[in-house]
């Protein structure tokens, strides 16, 4: 059993992970556009992540007795103006996202929930990984540069940080 309040910022977080798989998709498709196809597959990966992620809170919702409710999601953006900007992007919705989970546990303490604390350590340690992820691909782009002769090597070097984090996942049975 949740508080209703408890109940309501869990809902809130679903309609968050929903954007962020949403922005996501929207970033692999421009990514594909560009012909940055390392950068898109692992713009994709990263929608994927982000879906599994909202309905691992969806069933935690119901598996406690209360309702999970689907978001309306708002159109993500589908232009950017380089791929530096769009990581930066990426990187700012992961440090919101992180903020958002840190407010929730928080409130868990205030409420003594135990449950939804536990249940949010999962999430306390993801984030902590995918600012990480971000933060290494920006500084990447930003030693190589993201001038048009550099793409090329960029997108090679986000393909690999994708195969990489492909095979970390295939090991952890990760979803
Ligand atoms: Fe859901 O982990 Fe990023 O946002």
């Known amino acids: 059993m949740l508080s209703k309040e408890m109940e309501k910022s869990l809902n809130e977080q679903i309609a968050m992970e929903g954007y962020a798989s949403y922005l996501y998709?929207?970033?692999a498709s421009w990514c594909e556009k560009q012909t940055l196809?390392?950068?898109a597959?692992?713009?994709f990966r990263?929608?994927?992540e982000e879906r599994q992620h909202m309905l691992r809170i969806f069933h935690y919702i119901n598996d406690v007795g209360e309702h999970a409710i689907?978001?309306?999601?708002?159109?993500?953006?589908?232009k950017w103006s380089s791929i530096q900007g769009l990581f930066e992007e990426v990187y700012t919705h992961e440090k919101n996202v992180s903020a958002s989970i840190d407010r929730l546990v928080a409130q868990s303490y205030d409420e003594k929930d135990h449950q939804t604390l536990a249940f949010l350590q999962w999430y306390v340690e993801e984030q902590r990984e995918e600012e990480v992820l971000m933060r290494t691909i920006l500084?990447?782009?930003r030693l190589i540069g993201d001038g048009p002769q550099s793409l090329y090597y960029?997108?090679?070097e986000v393909s690999a940080i994708n195969q990489k984090q492909v095979a970390a996942e295939g090991a952890e049975g990760k979803q």
């Open 41 to 43: 597959a692992f713009m």
């Open 46 to 48: 990263q929608s994927e």
């Open 70 to 78: 689907t978001p309306a999601i708002s159109k993500p953006p589908h």
């Open 154 to 156: 960029i997108d090679k």
């Open 37 to 39: 196809t390392g950068c």
């Open 25 to 27: 998709l929207s970033m």
């Open 139 to 141: 500084d990447r782009i």
